[in-house]
């Protein structure tokens, strides 16, 4: 089995910055690709960005690309999301997800994930 835990978070203004950070424990040696999800107030789940752990390449989603970047730390079982130049339409609930893919088609599809934390509020403030 394996646990994800996020931190970070909180409530900035537009234009403004924050890292979110999840932590992995457990089984992780199964574990291919660690990623982040958010979900607004009314709105579906969508993917944001992920990162294969075994080269450490991101993947980003349309809306965040320029402005968020994903990175790991295989020794820490860490992953990390830099938030810059925020914007309101940023705010949502943070989930970071693990599992084992092995598709680069899976990589935007929660359900390729097994492995989910309990979720890091963002609010940005116009």
């Known amino acids: 089995q394996v646990q994800v835990v996020e931190s970070g978070g909180g409530l900035v203004q537009a234009g403004n910055s924050l890292m979110l950070s999840c932590a992995a424990s457990g089984s992780t040696s199964r574990i291919t690709v660690m990623g982040w999800f958010r979900q607004a107030p009314g709105k579906e789940r969508e993917f944001v960005s992920a990162?294969?752990?075994?080269?450490?390449?991101?993947v980003h989603a349309d809306p965040v690309k320029g402005r968020f970047t994903i990175s790991r730390d295989e020794a820490e079982n860490s992953m990390y999301l830099e938030m810059n130049s925020l914007k309101p339409e940023d705010t949502a609930v943070y989930y970071c997800?693990?599992?084992?893919?092995?598709?680069?088609?899976?990589?935007?599809?929660?359900?390729?994930?097994?492995?989910w934390g309990q979720g890091a509020r963002v609010a940005v403030s116009s």
């Open positions: 997800a693990a599992g084992p893919l092995v598709l680069y088609s899976d990589i935007k599809s929660a359900d390729a994930y097994n492995y």
């Open positions: 990162v294969w752990w075994s080269n450490g390449i991101g």
